[in-house]
């Protein structure tokens, strides 16, 4: 790895995947705790769309697939709002819409010769200074907001109602970590592509979600490993000439699988008797179903 690093688009292609890994963690437990990785599923899919206008008008990668990203996060946040028992439809459909009106809006861009797989499987060894910068201004964005709403996120996510009873604007707190979600996608998509930045976003908090203590442990936690599959999957992808992305993302499944065979393996506590369970006295506690 040190050998890697005496290249500029190794040591760029480790700056932005330490970035992504640290975003996906903290994102990626909100996303598991809130139960909407299908949404995020939804997103990163419709967000190739945005790839597709970028490249039929011209502008720049971020730009276009920003503006595309938000726009569908939007429509998927105000569906699972206000029409939940169709919200898998709706989201679905918005799911592929996305993706076919990318596709036609790069088949009629004139002199066209992407390469789609860097999209689709990601192309981390190709991210420029410039964009490199971009991701980590919004990355510094997100984790802001995050810090800032900490509390209200908290409440929101694993109980609702206790949260408008504090007086914490749901809705709009919705909206914003949806759209939170997209500002990630787009920039995880650099890394490891959209077909498999879910796998970035829900293994590391899925893991951490049985040892962490707090949902900032979960979140600590989840970025560090994050950062563990990364650079091994760099590693692995420099010494063996394997794609970047997929050798991140086969990392990190190879650490899902085991870590659920030692669950499987070591005994499980024994539960101590109801009477011996101390009774917390906060609402925020009991997920949502």
């Not at 860097?118 to 510094?140: C, H």
């Not at 908090?205 to 990364?230: C, D, Y």
Request: aromatic content about 10%; some cysteine.
């Amino acid at each position: 790895m040190i050998e890697a690093l005496q290249f500029e688009f190794m040591r760029n292609a480790l700056a932005a995947g330490l970035l992504a890994s640290i975003i996906c963690g903290i994102m990626g437990t909100l996303v598991v705790v809130n139960r909407i990785v299908f949404l995020s599923g939804g997103i990163a899919h419709a967000a190739y769309g945005g790839i597709g206008l970028a490249f039929y008008f011209g502008w720049p990668y971020l730009a276009g697939t920003l503006s595309f990203s938000l726009g569908a996060a939007m429509i998927m946040a105000a569906v699972t709002l206000k029409a939940r028992h169709r919200a898998d439809t709706i989201i679905g459909v918005i799911w592929a819409l996305g993706m076919a009106c990318g596709i036609i809006l790069i088949d009629l861009s004139p002199g066209y010769n992407v390469d789609l797989m860097s999209y689709l499987f990601g192309s981390i060894l190709t991210v420029p200074n410039t964009e490199l910068g971009i991701m980590g201004v919004m990355g510094l964005c997100i984790v802001a907001l995050v810090a800032v709403y900490y509390k209200d996120l908290l409440a929101l996510s694993y109980d609702e109602e206790f949260a408008r009873i504090r007086g914490v604007p749901v809705t709009a707190l919705y909206f914003l970590l949806i759209g939170m979600l997209a500002v990630t996608v787009v920039m995880v998509i650099q890394v490891v592509g959209l077909i498999l930045v879910i796998a970035l976003l829900t293994i590391p908090p899925f893991i951490m979600e049985k040892h962490a203590r707090s949902l900032l442990q979960m979140m600590i936690g989840s970025s560090a490993l994050g950062v563990v599959f990364t650079v091994a999957g760099l590693w692995i992808s420099y010494a063996f000439n394997l794609t970047s992305g997929a050798s991140i993302i086969m990392v990190a499944g190879l650490f899902f699988f085991l870590n659920l065979l030692v669950e499987q393996l070591l005994p499980k506590r024994r539960k101590p008797p109801t009477s011996q369970i101390p009774v917390q006295n906060t609402a925020v506690g009991t997920q949502r179903s």
